[in-house]
């Protein structure tokens, strides 16, 4: 198996993007077992720096659970995972953030008594400096401090598209496209090198989903950022994925360009089945 | 519209501004009435005292506020750090170490009779600092195993430790201390406590209760002033985010053991300075009253004023002191027996309370003053984690 996919990976490897320097993000070996159940087994990955790659697979694939390892919800049972070349295997998610990597929630995990700017506020609490004293003495810094935030805040909302009407309503009262967009900006709020996104466009209309797939092209081309999603719209992952990884059964059965997964034999298998021999 | 900013822009008058904010011409109201009311009573008058051990309280339920009510850390075990408190008061403000340095007593900063005594008689202001230090270690000492835990949980293991401590409090007399000193005066209690000392000013009376109110009422403008700068800080956000979505909150930079550990620190060192003051008010470290009872009492004060709300909290605070400590053993007390029913009202003040509990949780379950968030959970009947869509995978391992 092992060999197999490390040949798979060999042919999938001169990628336009992959050749300019060291990847942003490397996974060697990742496995996470709960149990006897191996959810995620024996995976490489990587990112070149400012590409947008996608993570598919069937349901129960092992994406989310792999993509809750990157950030550090959950620890690998082995493997090493590097950021930057920075080593943050098993690192708390407070501080993988604060390295430069930031997410977004397949269901969407918003603070939802908190206002939409509040959200994105708290993206930014890793980089706010004041403590408890701070905090209750309010030292002109910490009000400085405060205003940029809030400030920072309200440009990520108005980046995302959120109208400013909305700044200040709580998260539950926001329209679901909205709520996404905020999950977005609270995430770009923290000023990441690596953006995350779990499924996107659930629940989204074509138009939007296109909206999003343009907005992440400008993501790259605008900040800068290197973007990693798991994505079920095939229509998104084709068109906006310089690389795809398909994980079945928490292994890696493909990965390369999308037109290489696309007539990959065994992709096609997980999703659609192994076709009988004709008889 | 325009004509009310109209008004407002022509009119510095106090009245017009005090008319478009309702809220802040009641705080003012209340605030004039809080200090004019010594001075309709006698100096040493029965509600002088209610109101200045309902102060207290109020410090109580807005340190308990503080770590339910914005962090979402359901503490069942307050009566804790009041108990600690207290005995920060004993320990370091009355005879209770009759040994200490060799029976001449170790005296700071202290005058009037305790500066004659034997025992550890600390200033006030030292016993405050060190009231604070005590509960908050404890704070973060119970903050630690439930990290991990949630809701009921939490609640259980903080039920555990306010037990624990109440249990040492009544047996510490058997524990002893080098020099034959023991750690608590068991049932008997730590009595007589020293009177307030504070710089600049005379030492506290017994029979003058008005610069204990005025003490009480200071120390409650503190916590209040504290609790609203916490509220709309970078901490109190994290703690609104943490009540809402832990997992969500440490992946987007909020760190759990620090920002959890600091809310119950907080939490507790106000119950400290409040126990400590209600000792020496008292003038008894008694071990008894720090009963389970205490927590949930105190836990309904924060519940009837409206979980989260700061506001909402002091009145409930107020409103539940005066009832347990006034109303109902000093007014209403002889009302069963006067009907022909065997029994006092004291003896069924907690079915008083579940009662009240019962009531409001019927007609407005967000609590007197409510928070903006809670009401909208409780009016849009979605919880915490509302955003949350359907067939949300728990992450089982949430970590930090």
Redesign the interface.
Known sequence: MSADSASEHGAAAPTPAASNGPPLLQATDVTKAFGGLVAVSRVDFQIPERSIVSIIGPNGAGKTTFFNMLTGLYKPTSGRITLAGKDITGRRPDKIIADGMARTFQNIRLFGTMTALENVMIGQHGRMKAGLFGSIFRAPWVRKEERKVRERGREELAYVGLKPDAFDQVAINLSYGDQRRVEIARALASDPKLLLLDEPTAGMNPQESAGLTGFMRKLRDERGLTILLIEHDMQVVMDVSEDITVLDHGEKIAEGGPQEVRNDQRVIEAYLGKQEEKG | MSEASNTRSRSALPVAFLKAHPNVAIAVVVGIAAVLFPYFFEPAAKPVQVMTEALAYVMMALGLNLIVGFAGLLDLGYVAFFALGAFSMGWFGSGFFSGAAGGEGLHVFVTGVAANLPGIHFNFLLIVVVAVIITTVAGMLIGIPTLRLRGDYIAIVTLAFGEIVGRIAINGDGIGLPGEATLTAGRKGITPVDKITLPFLETFEALDLRPWYYLALVLCLIVLV?NF??RD??????W??LR??E??????????VKTKL?AYG?GAAFGGVAGAFLASFQSTVNADQFLFQLSILILSMVILGGLGSIWGTVLGATTLAVINFYLIPKVFNEVPSKVGLNFDLTEINFGIFGFLMVIMMVLRPEGLIPE???K??LT?G????????????E??????
């Open positions: 504290v700068m916490l800080s970078r901490l109190g956000r994290a609104i985010a809402e979505d997992v969500a909150a440490v992946s987007m930079g909020v760190p759990l600091l907080t903006r968030r809670r909208a959970e849009e979605i919880g915490a984690g509302a955003t949350t869509g359907v067939g949300g995978e992450v089982r391992e949430a970590r930090a």
